[in-house]
């Protein structure tokens, strides 16, 4: 136990000597207290008086962070908390935990996080509008379409490179470690392409099993059928693609930060998400959706005013547009001021959306591996066998256990 002098167990057998105490008589050890009378039977000390009496000694004095806090004693009654070296306490986490540890990471690590999504978010909005803008409307409805398809390489690499990144910071801010963009990109860059790749066969996965689901109605409609009530059946037969696509995304949401963190190959990343989201796909399902909605409501609100200022800029050239009847296309001064937006935006959503999918899969196996004991060693910390050295996924230092 402790090394308290006087300390005794409060269910300890041993009972005060009758020669060691004093005469009825003689003054009470404690002002307005008395004595009881020899031989008379005495009440056990109260749990929450600290044994304070002569035959106990004083009880356990505890520090400002009480039984298990900084200056306190190494046991107490109370279970001991959990170890918490960075943004997320190393046991099992719940949703305001997850929540919360991507808000932190943000907020403690804002130069590199902020930073990292700001450029992206500038090359991304910049390309996109350049092309809307060199286009000029000739393309019609198609106008946004189009652009987004080419530019669609240049989202998806800065998308891929912006992911590596962001894991390589989560897991140093996960053991209360720092890390500078250039850090990050030293510890992603070996696996950026096995990433990009990862990514490809994972859209192409999910969006093979819904074109495989509309095939019969897309077939039937290029046959030059025309009988609505097949096609209607036929498309809600598509319908039901949907949910199967979204079902084999969950279970694959893990593959990305099990390549980079555990240097896993492509296939192996995509069968190690499967196993660690079994039994738990409703709940990775919920949280997922939830982050999700969480960031486009956040985008919402912060597009709102710039597309009000737009539409108040640009409302003369698109009414000329209209009353011309010229393809309508958006005017300038709304396309800019959309981009702006986006910027600001994507500039917050970005890391939050890339922190949650890491610390879910950081809750999963800790769930399953302990891998939090692990995370606990390589933060270095002292009651764990902790070194003190770099953390893990090749940041110098042991890796965590893995199948």
């Known amino acids: 136990m402790t090394d308290t ?38 009440a056990p000390p109260a749990w929450g008086a600290g044994y304070g009496g002569p035959q106990y000694g004083p009880g356990p004095q505890y520090g400002p962070g009480g039984p298990y806090g900084q200056g306190g004693p190494q046991y107490g009654w109370g279970a001991p908390q959990s170890p918490k070296p960075g943004i997320i ?3 099992p986490l719940g949703l305001g935990e997850i929540l919360d540890g991507a808000v932190s990471t943000i907020r403690k690590h804002w130069r590199t996080t902020l930073g990292l999504s700001l450029g992206v978010a500038v090359v991304q909005q910049a390309v ?13 409805d198609f106008t946004p379409v189009l652009s987004a398809l080419a530019s669609l390489p240049v989202t998806l690499l800065l998308s891929v490179v912006a992911a590596a990144l962001l894991t390589m910071v989560v897991s140093r801010a996960i053991l209360g470690q720092s890390a500078t963009i250039r850090d990050a990109w030293r510890d992603a860059r070996p696996r950026v392409f096995q990433l990009l ?26 046959a030059g059928a025309d009988e609505p009530v097949i096609a209607a059946l036929l498309f809600i037969v598509g319908l039901l693609s949907l949910p199967v696509a979204v079902w084999v995304w969950i279970q694959l949401s893990l593959a990305a930060p099990a390549l980079m963190l555990e240097k896993q190959g492509v296939l192996t990343a995509l069968s190690r998400s499967r196993r660690l989201v079994r039994g738990s796909w409703w709940r990775m399902f919920g949280i997922n959706l939830l982050s999700q909605l969480l960031a486009g409501i956040v985008a919402g609100v912060i597009a709102m005013p710039f597309m009000m200022v737009g539409l108040v800029l640009g409302f003369d050239d698109l009414s000329s547009q209209v009353d011309s009847g010229d393809p309508a296309s958006l005017p300038t001064a709304m396309l800019i001021t959309s981009a702006i937006a986006g910027v600001i935006s994507s500039t917050i959503t970005i890391p939050f959306t890339a922190t949650i999918g890491v610390l879910l899969y950081v809750d999963q196996r800790i769930r399953r591996e302990a891998l939090d004991i692990e995370l606990a060693r390589a933060a270095g910390l002292p009651e764990h066998g902790g070194t003190g050295g770099p953390g893990w996924g090749g940041q110098g230092g042991p890796a965590p256990a893995r199948l």
Request: charged share 10%; no cysteine; glycine share 14%.
């Open 89 to 91: 306490p190393l046991r």
């Open 5 to 42: 002098p006087g300390w005794a167990s409060p269910g300890s057998s041993e009972r005060p000597r009758d020669d060691a105490r004093p005469p009825a008589d003689a003054p009470a050890a404690v002002p307005g207290q008395s004595a009881p009378p020899h031989g008379a039977p005495t």
């Open 197 to 222: 790749g990862l990514t490809l066969l994972t859209a192409l996965i999910s969006l093979g099993i819904v074109l495989l689901g509309f095939a019969p109605m897309i077939g039937y409609l290029l």
């Open 128 to 140: 996109g509008t350049a092309l809307e803008l060199s286009v000029s409307g000739d393309t019609g």
